[in-house]
């Protein structure tokens, strides 16, 4: 197989994780990521929430999806003070402990409105109030007045983004925001690239899932599952990356950033399906972890697994450090190797396999 990540894929990745594509307002990431894979893909279709699907051979019966989630996390204005302060409401898992002092972006029609996350000076600050948290969290725009913030196009409902953007950190540690889960779509656009560069034939229809509003409890997943109605589906998305200071191993389980994707057992994996995608890694010598989930896997993994009678499903993770943070970290050769391990899984489905245990 040829270099995984090249010049031209890493340069999108940039592009893509750069961009902005909070819950429920995804499309401009959509259109970056479709563009990308257009050339590699025989045809695509979108639903009515901004979900993309490009499809390798579409006349194919027996339908195989992998699958990222497309959306990060963010903030909606929730209430604008007369003296021109913004307060906010969660859109997904947004971190209230990191919020003081950084840049964001309110996104309006009339444009992109800088604000920050003001903070008082530790000097002025009771002890009882050191804490952030929803109720004492806001931005400031640099107006006086409310009607100074609703001249700028800002209103209750308007979506705010953290405005950090991608950096790579001692060569190989991709580093930004929203890699939660758009790493999960780059892999997944990398496995179009590389089907069609290796000209792969695969025996049934690939269907390439960008799925929206994972971040608000599988939204897009279960949307696009019903339209799809697939045979199996191999889902990517990011796992805690539990060697770093302050997490309990005991509760979170050993996972370490650079020893491979992680592979999860639980109650909506299929496991005959694990199984072979097992063999896949070792046969490739690709290196792998283990982790296991209690009832849910808490991605679109359980989306799929649950439609339409029940689809055989796997989930394929990216060691992560500092979830919903804008310092999310994860090292260039998991990706790779997770790109990978997605392929080589692919090339060992049959056409019309039956994953049943009893049959």
Same mark, same amino acid.
């Given at each position: ?119 008082? &000076? =530790?000097? +002025?600050?009771?002890?009882? %109030?050191?804490?952030?948290? /929803?109720? @004492? ?95 199996? &589906? =191999?889902? +990517?998305?990011?796992?805690? %990356?539990?060697?770093?200071? /302050?997490? @309990? ?98 090339? +060992? ?11």
């Amino acid at each position: 197989m040829k270099k995984i990540i090249n010049a031209k894929s890493q340069k999108f990745l940039e592009k893509y994780l750069n961009n902005t594509s909070p819950t429920g307002f995804e499309l401009e990431g959509q259109k970056i990521w479709l563009d990308y894979v257009k050339p590699y893909i025989d045809e695509y279709f979108t639903d009515n929430y901004g979900t993309v699907v490009g499809v390798i051979n579409p006349k194919a019966k027996y339908k195989v999806v992998i699958e990222a989630h497309a959306d990060e996390i963010s903030w909606f204005v929730n209430y604008i003070t007369k003296d021109g302060f913004i307060y906010l409401r969660r859109n997904g898992g947004s971190d209230h402990m990191i919020a003081p002092s950084k840049r964001v972006n309110i996104h309006t029609d009339k444009g992109m409105v800088k604000a920050v996350f003001g903070w008082p &000076a =530790i000097h +002025t600050r009771h002890e009882k %109030d050191d804490a952030p948290s /929803m109720k @004492n969290i806001c931005l400031d725009a640099g107006c006086s007045t409310k009607d100074e913030v609703e001249a700028m196009g800002v209103h209750v409902g308007c979506v705010v983004t953290f405005e950090d953007e991608f950096i790579i950190l001692n060569k190989n540690r991709y580093c930004g925001r929203a890699l939660d889960n758009r790493m999960g779509g780059f892999m997944i656009a990398e496995i179009a690239r590389l089907l069609k560069e290796e000209k792969t034939k695969l025996p049934f229809a690939l269907y390439i899932v960008n799925a929206v509003q994972e971040e608000v409890g599988l939204r897009g997943a279960q949307m696009i599952a019903q339209k799809i109605k697939p045979d199996v &589906a =191999i889902v +990517t998305d990011v796992c805690h %990356d539990t060697n770093t200071p /302050m997490i @309990n191993k005991i509760v979170q389980g050993d996972l370490k950033s650079g020893d491979g994707p992680v592979l999860t057992y639980g109650p909506a994996v299929q496991n005959n399906l694990l199984k072979q995608i097992i063999k896949a890694a070792e046969k490739n010598k690709i290196p792998f972890q283990r982790a296991a989930a209690s009832r849910a896997t808490g991605t679109d993994t359980d989306a799929f697994a649950y439609s339409n009678e029940g689809v055989p499903s796997a989930l394929i993770s990216l060691p992560l450090r500092y979830m919903h943070t804008t310092v999310e970290m994860c090292r260039k050769e998991d990706v790779e190797n997770a790109i990978r391990l997605i392929y080589h899984s692919l090339t +060992t489905i049959k056409n019309n396999q039956d994953f049943r245990y009893i049959k």
